[in-house]
């Protein structure tokens, strides 16, 4: 098979086929339906802080942030944007979301905790949907993250995760928080003595 009909993929060509399948204000794009052949590497990059870089620039419209960010699919440790009719890999610096805020309803183990992440989609954090912290191996600096959708993960913000400290509370040992009936650790009790 000849490579000469291949064309490189271009964030460009990605938009306008997403715009094409996806009709505006109908929720998610079936991404999970979608298998087209893989077509390459994209020179795009979300770095950790949630910035979407292309070509090295970032991108500065979020209307098509958002738009790249419904089409994102994770498969084992890579990600890819996939359309209809195209597959392109990207990188993710850490994960492909950031958790810029929350909300709480209820209390106790009746509490909601309700996030928003830096592209427009909100999640409840529950058994389907947990928070987790990774410590890094060195430092012992916490990254806490929430499930989004379908294996992408957002990282929680510094402020939202000192947010989530406050409203803590202890429980069999551990330190955490109550979400959709399940509690999430945070870090173990005798680190967080004083809260």
């Keep these: 098979m000849s490579n000469k009909n291949l064309t490189t993929p271009s964030a460009e060509g990605i938009e306008a086929s997403v715009r094409a399948a996806a009709p505006e204000n109908k929720g998610l794009p ?44 994770r498969e084992g440790d890579d990600y890819f944007l996939v359309t209809p009719v195209e597959k392109v890999g990207i990188t993710v610096e850490d994960a492909p979301f950031v958790a810029v805020d929350f909300e709480t309803a209820g209390e106790g183990e009746a509490q909601q905790l309700v996030f928003e992440t830096n592209v427009g989609d909100f999640t409840t954090a529950d058994s389907d949907k947990p928070i987790r912290v990774v410590r890094d191996a060195g430092t012992g600096e916490p990254s806490p993250y929430v499930m989004v959708r379908a294996g992408l993960e957002a990282l929680i913000d510094r402020k939202s995760f000192y947010r989530l400290v406050e409203i803590g509370k202890h429980h069999e040992g551990w330190f955490g928080v109550w979400s959709g009936g399940t509690f999430f650790r945070l870090a173990p009790s005798e680190e967080m003595k004083e809260v």
Aim: overall charge positive; proline content about 11%; aromatic content about 14%.
């Design 30 to 73: 079936p991404v999970h339906l979608w298998n087209p052949p893989f077509c390459g590497d994209l020179d795009m990059r979300i770095a950790r802080d949630g910035t979407w870089y292309y070509l090295g620039t970032p991108i500065n419209r979020p209307a098509l942030v958002r738009l790249f960010s419904t089409i994102l699919k």
